[in-house]
């Protein structure tokens, strides 16, 4: 192969760099770029076509003078060093250690950009993780290889809920091995601190890999980061046979990242601005989520996205939905009602929830439990808006009784403290307790023997 | 192949590859790229530059790198042993991929679609002596405990004279028969090949005339579709779109279900993969999996792949409906089919129509709908066979505007129209009945009405009248108030409320209710309605409502649909119980 090293770079749009004159070059490549100062930045080949390159910057293009650039083609892909050590680090976009410690020595690279998992090979994700939220426990249940989505907006506490599950959860069985690999895209120096410090001040930091790129950190660097942070995962999980709990916030973030590169090439936009292949690019993330037969370790992903104006049908949150199972949404209302975690439990779902929760796995009421938890808060919402709209006298004595329900399910089942962890059979209790401020003969989605069995005894008619 | 023809790549973006010196090269042939030789498909002639999609990832491909032509087009393998078979999007079977490269997939991976350590039995139907046609059926191979396969003289043989043919066993290249055509003789083996953008041929297509049954209430009762019939089911994400498919996949009366996923999630697949070899298929009582062919290209497997695999999927579809089977094909989601489309034609730098789609995206998807039918199958026995295709659409943002839901929506004959609103209140299957529609309605009533009751239609019009009549209430109510209405009108909501939580509200994970057949369907309904007979009657003759709105009979309807299939009989009685209860209130 011809020289690999080239003074032709000619033209620098936005992030990407447009290199002449070149050779043997291949897709997907890796580059070195050496300026002016003998600093080097990272990129990467985002098309060939003939003698011309088109090369993704990472660490961005400013203070860049194309006439003095040297691009050196390093002949293979993105690939990460990866290795048990990597617990209890901290590191920046590119992979490199910046908790001050030494550097990693890698037990193999990988390539960041992994292989699709063959679904043939893929085992279901059925195994209860236990959050310590009653409303995702209870109403939500996140089950092993499962990726569930926070849908957040500006000024929720995202971050503060996503660091209370990172730090609470487990499952019910003992002696298995568990760890948190947290990704930051282009979040805000104090919310990186606030989890830095959650994860020291707790000792979670000794079980948990960190990839932080702040705000003001290169964007192109957000392209890779989940990626680097889910081949660390994979690595762990699958080879090292660890459950592994994958944070990645905020895709916000990413997604606008890509959009910018996508304009910077001048592609087709599609819905309002973003590219065309969102979809494609999302899932690749995503769908890294799994078990696979006949391994122990699992990657179960909860990523963390802000909702640009609230708005669900943003392309970002819709297509994160069609790809997810599932999705915690959180509401700006109950915020505002002072409840912490703000959870809207009607439009939240897991999809998954079926298949890890019930006898042997939870308990065998709790399908029902949850069921009539739903329909009775649902009903009491809707007795709300009405009366708002016809006064509170416009209501018939039950729905009366919804109402006191719903406020009470907000008030003492949603909300919870930031430290407080509730074991699921602590929250079923709630739930009875709650449950049990309506007529038995409401409770027409729970069996007659659990009714027996679980029902609180000493206040059943309120 | 010998005397490889080669090109040269000139340029790579993403899963679009650039080659010239490909001289001869026709349209939609097949190609190998690069020094990995991936597979990739021509979609674009421009003089000599010749645009190729790819269905591996592209990394590591560079000019310079050598293109390979294989003058075929993109083909399926047709033949014994695709059924229970799991497929990605260009037919490489998964399970063999494990066994091949693990866990995940890797570049370059190959097997041959069927799989040929497997002997199959070949009794011949046919003669040596017999004149035969394209279509004739040669002999047939016992596949599973459910399909008898049928090996056909293949479409490209208008007709020929049979030389020999005899019992055999082998794999699927062996030969069955030779066949004297008038240019020569013919080998024919288990198995052929066909490709994948070109529908196969029938004798004639005929408008559809029975009703697939589903055993799901909303849709077989008040939005039906017919064998050869086409449907979509668009919906917001979370709305259960997959559910409806599994349950059709599951329940649907057909002999033979191609299910194909495209560009969903990989945990739905290892869903269906678990799930079918333990259900059984509630006509022959064998395991569901023994009629079904699974083509899985999820969302982080290749685009270009993504784009074949509904084709790989309708091909497999047409092949055994030209059996004379009745076939059913899932496409979950024909959404990701278009945006596979989409990002394709901005990588070849066309011009865009709407949202950045092509602008033959609504004719490409017209074809493919179009690819359905109840058919008389080519051959000289004149058998039947049909296609039903029901594809799944996820237009953005929920929003059936969206350009790929309008493009269905043109084409289809049933509309399943899933609603937010109803799944967030847990009603499922969440189709929404005011605005779904089914233009088989005719056909199905007139067909039931004949084969299973003579008031089929009757009631069904009169419970879809309550049903519109009760949005039209609830209007009212926000305005004034339940108070405000007249007994009547609330004896309505009563009933339509009745019809909606006890009929059209099915749970597919309870084993009683997931299925519902449609005497047992007719009979619900027929229960709900004779309450209301009753109802209003009484309540003329002055039984007071709220008598007539908390009666615990009321209770036994809701319980009705939970009744076994064996136990119809219980329904009936149940009308009776109504009857008694409703005399025995006091008339003032």
Known sequence: MATREYRTARQIIGPLLMVEGVEGITYGELTDIKLEDGSIRRGRVLEVSGDKAVVQVFEGTSNMDPGTLTVKFLGKPQEIGVSEDMLGRVFDGGGRPIDGGPNIIPEKWVNINGNPMNPYARDFPNEFIQTGVSTIDLLNTLVRGQKLPIFSASGLPHSRLAAQVARQATTLKSGEKFCVVFAAMGITFEEAEFFQADFRRTGAIERAVLFINLADDPPIERIAIPRIALTTAEFLAYEKDMHVLVILTDLTNYCEALREISAARKE?????????????????????????????????????????????????????????????????????????????????????????????????????????????YARGKNAKELAVVLGESALSEIDLLYVRFADAFEDRFIRQGEEENRTIFESLELGWQLLAMLPRTELKRIREEYIDKYLPKQETTA | MTNEQRGEVVKVSGPLVQARGLAGVRMYEMVRVGDARLFGEVIEIRGEVVSIQVYEETEGIGPGQPVFRTGQPLSVELGPGLIRSIYDGVQRPLDKLVEQCGAFILRGAEAPALDRSVEWDFVPVAKTGDNVVAGDVLGTVKESVIVVHKIMVPPDIPEATVKKIAPVKGNVDTVVAVLETAQGTREVRMAQSWPVRMPRPVKSKMPPQVPLVTGQRVIDMFFPLTKGGTACVPGPFGSGKTVVQHQLAKWSDVD?????????????????????????????????????????????????????????????????????????????????????????????????????????????????????????????????????????????????????????????????????????????????????????????????????????????????????????????????????????????????????????????????????????????????????????????????????????????????????????????????????????????
């Not at chain 1, 690019?281 to 990523?303: H, M």
């Not at chain 1, 104006?309 to 999705?327: C, R, S």
């Open chain 1, 268 to 376: 087709v936009p599609g819905r309002r601005g973003y590219p065309g292949y969102l979809y494609t690019d999302l899932s690749t993330i995503y769908e890294r989520a799994g078990r696979i037969k006949g391994r122990t370790g699992s990657v179960t992903q909860i990523p963390v996205l802000t909702m640009p104006e609230d708005d669900k049908t943003h392309p970002i949150p819709d297509l994160t939905g069609y790809i997810t199972e599932g999705q915690i949404i959180l509401s700006r209302a109950i915020h505002g009602q002072g409840i912490y975690p703000p959870v809207d439990v009607l439009p939240s779902l897991s999809r998954l929830k079926n298949k890890g929760i019930g006898e042997g796995r939870t308990r065998e009421d709790h399908a029902n439990v949850m069921n009539q938890l739903y329909a009775a």
């Open chain 2, 256 to 588: 033979i279900v191609v299910y194909v996923g495209c560009g969903e999630r990989g945990n739905e697949m290892t869903d269906v993969l678990m799930e079918f070899p333990h259900l059984k298929d509630p006509k022959t009582g064998q395991p569901l999996m023994e009629r079904t062919v699974l083509v899985a290209n999820t969302s982080n497997m290749p685009v270009a792949a993504r784009e074949a695999s509904v084709f790989t999927g309708i091909t497999i579809a047409e092949y055994f409906r030209d059996m004379g089977y009745s076939v059913a094909l899932m496409a979950d989601s024909t959404s990701r089919w278009a945006e596979a489309m989409r990002e394709m034609s901005g990588r070849l730098e066309e011009m865009p129509g709407e949202e950045g789609y092509p602008a033959y995206m609504g004719s490409r998807i017209a074809a493919f709908y179009e690819r359905s039918g109840y058919v008389k199958c080519l051959g000289s026995d004149d058998r039947e066979g049909t296609l039903s295709l029901i594809g799944a659409v996820s237009p953005a943002g929920g929003d059936f505007s969206d350009p790929v839901t309008q493009a269905t929506l043109r084409v289809v004959k049933v509309f399943w129209g899933l609603d937010a609103n109803l799944a967030y209140s847990r009603h499922f299957p969440a189709i929404n009945w005011l605005t779904s529609y089914s233009l088989y309605q005719q056909t199905v009533d007139s067909y039931c009405n004949a084969h299973l009751h003579a008031d089929w239609e009757k009631n069904r019009k009169r419970a879809m009248a309550l049903l519109q009549r009760e949005a039209e209430l609830e209007e009212l109510v926000r305005l004034v108030g339940l108070d405000a209405l007249g007994a009547g009108d609330r004896m309505t909501l009563q009933v339509a409320r009745t019809i909606r939580e006890d009929f059209l509200h099915q749970n597919a994970f309870d084993d009683l209710d997931t299925y519902t057949s449609l005497p047992k369907q007719f009979a619900l309904l027929k229960l709900i309605l004779h309450y209301e007979d009753e109802a209003r009657a009484a309540l003329d003759a002055g039984v007071q409502l709220n008598a007539l709105l908390n009666l615990p009979e009321l209770e036994k309807i809701a319980g009705a649909h939970l009744i076994p299939e064996n136990e119809i009989d219980r329904i009936d009685a149940i009308r009776e119980e109504i009857t008694k209860a409703v005399a025995a209130l006091p008339r003032y």
